[in-house]
């Protein structure tokens, strides 16, 4: 009889909003996230303005989270230009925030940028025009080139490694239908797409869209899943959060 192999657990979710009123609101939704998961990824909006003072509140319902937490911020999450000091009061709950590098945890590479907006596929924004147009497009490119370099990085590692990306922005627009059309090119880009699919990732995570559509796959069959808050707690369960099982690999029976 062929041995079961064993599996890893990903939790993931994303536009958590936290605000300084919501002291007590977290700590039973994590822990119901640490029985069941190996690995939480928050997929940005984590704080509701941009304040290190909400960013202090989360470290503080998170205290008795013991999984390895990885993410990466949201727009919200620059709004008052603190993202450095919110990534710094995130780290002293062990929280890797990536923007634009790679991590391995328990076997799994971790790819994670912010993402930006400028649309999709045949609408998507081109380099053209004003100058303030150019530099709009130009921060979705160079997300992508920050996605892209962090990627290459979790390649080194051969196929020992399950890939995935994580965003706050939408990398295709299948995931964010049910959003009004008006607002898609704020919604996600298409230039996010390349290096997730040349790469090969397994799965992406990414939040933002709150009204959007959980599931969807890339042109080459990659899940792409959205997983903000609002959207997940349509489901029917106290504690909603998306739950992705991998296989473990040698890797992670040798770490």
């Not at 029985?35 to 003072?53: H, N, Q």
């Not at 989270?65 to 709004?79: A, K, Q, R």
């Amino acid at each position: 009889m062929e041995e079961k192999k064993e599996q890893i657990r990903i939790a993931a979710v994303g536009d958590l909003h936290v605000r300084e009123t919501d002291r007590g609101k977290w700590k039973e939704y994590f822990a119901a996230i640490c029985r069941e998961a190996d690995i939480l990824v928050l997929a940005g909006d984590l704080t509701d303005t941009g304040d290190e003072d909400e960013a202090a509140l989360l470290v503080d319902e998170l205290k008795g989270c013991t999984i390895p937490m990885v993410g990466v911020l949201g727009n919200h999450d620059y709004e008052k230009g603190r993202q450095k000091i919110i990534k710094e009061t995130l780290a002293h709950a062990n929280i890797q925030i990536l923007d634009g590098e790679s991590t391995i945890i328990n076997g799994v590479g971790f790819a994670g940028v912010k993402g930006f907006g400028g649309g999709f596929d045949a609408a998507m924004l081109s380099k053209f025009g004003e100058e303030m147009m150019k530099l709009f497009v130009q921060e979705a490119v160079d997300e992508a080139l920050k996605l892209d370099r962090a990627l290459a990085r979790l390649g080194q590692h051969g196929g020992e490694v399950h890939k995935i990306a994580i965003m706050h922005y939408a990398p295709i627009s299948a995931t964010v239908e049910g959003e009004p059309l008006e607002i898609y090119p704020f919604l996600g880009s298409s230039r996010l797409l390349e290096p997730v699919q040349r790469h090969k990732v397994e799965a992406v995570f990414h939040g933002h869209a709150h009204k959007g559509k959980r599931e969807a796959q890339t042109p080459d069959g990659i899940s792409v899943w959205n997983v903000s808050l609002p959207l997940l707690a349509h489901q029917d369960k106290p504690y909603p959060f998306h739950l992705l099982e991998l296989e473990a690999t040698d890797l992670q029976h040798s770490s």
